[in-house]
């Protein structure tokens, strides 16, 4: 796990836009059996956002699809795919098949009690497992210090899963429902 300002320092705009950029460097992270280590992501957060910056003129916003390409075009893992309208279903059936999912969402409607209200209307988070008995998704939220397996009911997160822009909170015209499926290459 990693926040997207690993040190805290949230005033600092390229970690501030960082959710996209640390979510795929969790996701590939782990896809790769590596460990993440706070002294050096800071510095992978960095590199991606100056890569978002040349490569889609913001570092801000990325959509799912252009989030993605952090991951193959930059990180070289292109064990990642990119797929609309997944149900609840689908979100756990990709876990359960042993992958990482990251998701855009509203991030003022899944109301993550650690967000500096009202939240970001722009945000990714790395689902990581799912808690039938429960009804929770396991995520890692780089929203948030306290982000490392925070839980989200099926329900919430869902509701606050659509794809937004890439850009500079551009506005977003409809829900469109999306998520990126990240195969660890260690199965």
Known sequence: ?????????????????????????????????EVINRDSVLEDIFTLSDFGKKRFGTIRDTSAKDTALFATEFLGYTNVSVHDGPTI??????????????????????????YTPPGSAYHMVLIIGYDDARGVFITNDPGT????????????????IRDYPTGDHEPVSSIVKTMIVVRSAMR
């Open 145 to 160: 210090r306290h982000g490392a397996s925070f839980e989200y009911p099926y329900a919430v997160l869902y509701n606050g």
């Open 1 to 33: 796990f990693t926040a997207q300002a690993p040190f805290g320092d949230w005033a600092d705009p390229r970690q501030q836009g960082a959710c996209e950029e640390s979510t795929m460097l969790m996701a590939v992270r782990w896809a790769r059996g």
């Open 89 to 114: 279903d689908d979100i756990r059936t990709a876990i359960a098949s042993g992958a990482v999912v990251a998701i855009p969402t509203n991030g003022q409607v899944i109301g993550n009690p650690y």
